[in-house]
């Protein structure tokens, strides 16, 4: 499944990144807002296991993480809508419909191979955070953007830790 999430990836960044290019932050937002999308799915699928007695030791670590981290994507999102993120309606259409694919196909996901779901929710990660670095070295230094980086970095390894533990 590695392998797929890779291509599927891929695939989609490479549309995207052609789609908006020129336009990096309508390009983030759109991105923020998929981002979002897989800890509210993970914690879906949480809560539903809990509701049919399926809770394991390791359930309530990754509810509070997957909570705290779709509050920190949200933040992000905010800062990009400041910046002017989502002022057009093609930008809001688009990355609306997107998410809500992308929230459905996460929840089966997670609930069929949730070792999977994460890693691809990884790879999307650790390409936020080289998105967020090649715009850095092209734009100069910009400290609420490297903060985002580096969170996007903690999210990436807090989903490697939550791999080991199910
Ligand atoms: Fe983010
Ligand atoms: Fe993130």
């Known amino acids: 499944m590695k392998k797929f999430n890779e291509v599927t990836l891929s695939l989609t960044v490479a549309i995207i990144d052609f789609l908006y290019r020129g336009r990096d932050y309508q390009r983030f937002w759109v991105l923020e807002e ?35 981290q ?56 650790v390409h936020a955070a080289t998105t967020y670095a090649k715009y850095l070295a092209i734009n100069g230094h910009d400290d609420k953007i490297l903060e985002i980086l580096n969170d996007e970095l903690k999210h990436g390894n807090e989903l490697l830790k939550a791999m080991e533990m199910i």
């Not at 509050?71 to 002017?84: A, F, Q």
Request: net charge negative; glycine share 4%; charged share 20%.
């Open 70 to 125: 779709t509050v920190n994507e949200t933040e992000h999102l905010e800062y990009m809508e400041s910046r002017g993120g989502n002022r057009y309606w093609i930008d809001r259409a688009f990355a609306r419909h997107l998410v809500l694919i992308y929230y459905w196909v996460n929840v089966a996901y997670y609930w069929v191979a949730p070792r999977s779901a994460y890693h691809l929710s990884y790879e999307v990660e």
């Open 34 to 68: 998929i981002a979002r999308a897989p800890y509210f799915a993970f914690l879906s699928v949480l809560h539903l296991r809990e509701s049919l007695g399926l809770r394991g030791p390791e359930h309530l670590y990754l509810m509070k993480e997957h909570f705290a």
